[in-house]
T-cell receptor, first 112, second 112 residues
Framework: SQQGEEDPQALSIQEGENATMNCSYK?????LQWYRQNSGRGLVHLILIRSNEREKHSGRLRVTLDTSKKSSSLLITASRAADTASYFC????????????FGKGITLSVRP | DAGVIQSPRHEVTEMGQEVTLRCKPI?????LFWYRQTMMRGLELLIY????????DSGMPEDRFSAKMPNASFSTLKIQPSEPRDSAVYFC??????????FGPGTRLTVL
């Protein structure tokens, strides 16, 4: 089974709105990462949050991590049409020696 | 920096043929990962190398798949013989210090 499970599977919002995507995982982790994939392209790293961190910001991105609930959320503020993509969470399981496990992704559509 | 380079970008072959996918990681990265992405199964880790040594090949589907990393700047993923169910996008990624992974553009494989 997937270590990371994203929710919702698909999200459609209007440009300018905020987009919130969630990820749950099952086992203890070293860190959790969010990646973005545009159609027909490879994944691009967005942000990494370590297990001892609770919140992290990068530009319009805000990531939170709740290790007690084994969950994370990615917030994109003031969304743009160019944010349309698939978003994946990936977990670096404790002791897994650099191996990442990816969820199935969330398809975000931002309507202009 | 050219990023992770993969070739070919597209491959169409007939069932039973041998397929070789190639990857050049980012210079200085010591970990290399091969993934397969399909709509049904999402992004699956096939195998990864650390300092050119295979660490975990538990994701390799079966004996038809093999991967090599003869040096720090080159890796191949071979499928012999290929089958229609191998059709997917194959990604190579590299990383240093076991954190962020940098993905190549992928090879879209179609087996007829």
């Amino acid at each position: 089974s997937q270590q990371g499970e994203e929710d919702p599977q698909a999200l459609s919002i209007q440009e300018g709105e905020n987009a919130t995507m969630n990820c749950s995982y099952k086992t203890s982790i070293n860190n959790l990462q969010w990646y973005r994939q545009n159609s027909g392209r490879g994944l691009v790293h967005l942000i990494l949050i370590r297990s001892n961190e609770r919140e992290k910001h990068s530009g319009r991105l805000r990531v939170t991590l709740d290790t007690s609930k084994k969950s994370s959320s990615l917030l994109i503020t003031a969304s743009r049409a160019a944010d349309t993509a698939s978003y994946f969470c990936a977990t670096d399981k404790a002791g897994a020696n650099s191996k990442l496990t990816f969820g199935k992704g969330i398809t975000l559509s931002v309507r202009p | 920096d050219a990023g992770v380079i993969q070739s070919p970008r597209h491959e169409v072959t007939e069932m039973g043929q041998e397929v070789t996918l190639r990857c050049k990681p980012i210079s200085g990265h010591n970990s290399l990962f091969w993934y397969r992405q399909t709509m049904m199964r999402g992004l699956e880790l096939l195998i990864y190398f650390n300092n050119n040594v295979p660490i975990d090949d538990s994701g390799m589907p079966e004996d038809r798949f093999s991967a090599k990393m003869p040096n720090a700047s080159f890796s191949t993923l071979k499928i012999q013989p290929s089958e229609p169910r191998d059709s997917a996008v194959y990604f190579c990624a590299s990383s240093s210090q076991a954190d962020t992974q940098y993905f190549g553009p992928g090879t879209r494989l179609t087996v007829l």
